[in-house]
């Protein structure tokens, strides 16, 4: 199986703060990236497809790169909506496997 | 607008069985690849099964291979997981989960999700 590592766990930032959340796959998976944002109580949503696809209605603040086993997901401004967890997923392969999550919290 | 409403969850003792369902609208459930993923109280996520748009090909994680089944109804719009011979460790919030492109092969890009609906394992 494919392991996802996310760093770092958690992370304090202030609106307006620029932020980068990577994860490391444990071999290479191409560009197949995602990433999702969680609230707590709540499904998960779709941010990033692709390593860098933003997903529709998702703000331009947010943007990934990456390639191979080095991906970042980026939030250029914090918006206070943003706090949240985040998880990367890999979808090169099955079993498709989560990264633990990044909790974004308010400094 | 699409939804996607889970339920059939609850508590069920270790060994015991239960069936989700995931009633979809909004959209040609036929269409689309569907999936469950769960989530263990305060952990991750972890994909757990999908099917194909004719029910014709299902995948799982190893560790419910042979215990749960993904099934849909495309006639009710409605997608199912069966478990069986439940443990502990399947104690979590189950979500029904869209695959992002129609008619499409899986590539496991999950654009929209249910609410969940929360399974505990316990005696």
């Known amino acids: 199986d494919i392991q996802m590592t996310q760093s770092p766990s958690s992370l304090s930032a202030s609106v307006g703060d620029r932020v980068t959340i990577t994860c490391r796959a444990s071999?290479?998976?191409?560009?197949?990236l995602n990433w999702y944002q969680q609230k707590p109580g709540k499904a998960p949503k779709l941010l990033i497809y692709r390593a860098s696809t933003l997903q529709s209605g998702v703000p331009s603040r947010f943007s990934g790169s990456g390639s191979g086993t080095d991906f970042t997901l980026t939030i250029s401004s914090l918006q206070p909506e943003d706090f949240a967890t985040y998880y990367c997923?890999?979808?090169?392969?099955?079993?498709?496997?989560f990264g633990q999550g990044t909790r974004l919290e308010i400094k | 607008e699409v939804q996607l409403v889970e339920s059939g969850g609850g508590l069920v003792q270790p060994g015991g069985s239960l069936r989700l369902a995931c009633a979809a609208s909004?959209?040609?459930?036929?269409?689309?690849?569907m999936n469950w993923v769960r989530q263990a109280p305060g952990k991750g996520l972890e994909w757990v099964a999908n099917i194909k748009q004719d029910g014709s090909e299902s995948y799982y994680v190893d560790s419910v291979k042979g215990r749960f089944t993904i099934s849909r109804d495309n006639a009710k719009n409605s997608l199912y997981l069966q478990m069986n011979n439940l443990r502990a460790e399947d104690t979590a919030v189950y979500y029904c989960a869209r695959e992002r492109l129609s008619h499409s092969s899986s590539w496991y890009q999950f654009d929209y999700w249910g609410q969940g609906t929360l399974v505990t394992v316990s005696s």
């Open positions: 909004g959209f040609t459930f036929s269409s689309y690849w």
């Open positions: 997923q890999q979808s090169y392969s099955t079993p498709i496997t």
């Open positions: 071999q290479s998976i191409s560009n197949y």
